[in-house]
């Protein structure tokens, strides 16, 4: 099984849905980790969009890419700019790829409306890691 490791600056929001899409539509081939520069919490809109999925991430914490060391990974993608820029290199030699999204968590607005955002973020989260990680073009 290949392993993957999705990082963002706070492991709140899109680096979570990124390891809950992995996790739940490539499992069988893939296991996903997310981690941030800094940990927080997991975003609790991020939680409810990705329910809508089937996708329980209720057992989610915020970690940050320290507590990585020593894992060998397949894969290591960055979904942030700042994450990108903060984490030039990765340990042990493995090649870092970035794939930048959007940050819902910045959108303000009336709460359907932030939902919505969430939803699109993690759709592009799922159609565009899934089409990666598989070799599919998007």
Known sequence: MKKVLFLCTHNSCRS????????????ETYQACSAGTEATRVNPL???????????????????FDQFAGV?????????GSANEQCPLFFGGVQRVHIGFEDPSRVV??????????????????????AYLTGVKA
């Open 16 to 27: 979570q849905m990124a390891e809950g899409l992995v996790n739940h539509y490539l499992g």
């Open 46 to 64: 991020a939680i409810k969009v990705m329910a809508e999925l089937g996708i329980d991430m209720s057992g989610h914490y915020s970690k940050v």
């Open 72 to 80: 060998q990974f397949d894969r290591v993608i960055t979904l942030c």
């Open 109 to 130: 607005g009336a709460e359907e409306y932030v939902l919505s955002e969430f939803r699109r973020v993690r759709d592009e989260l799922k159609d565009r890691l899934i």
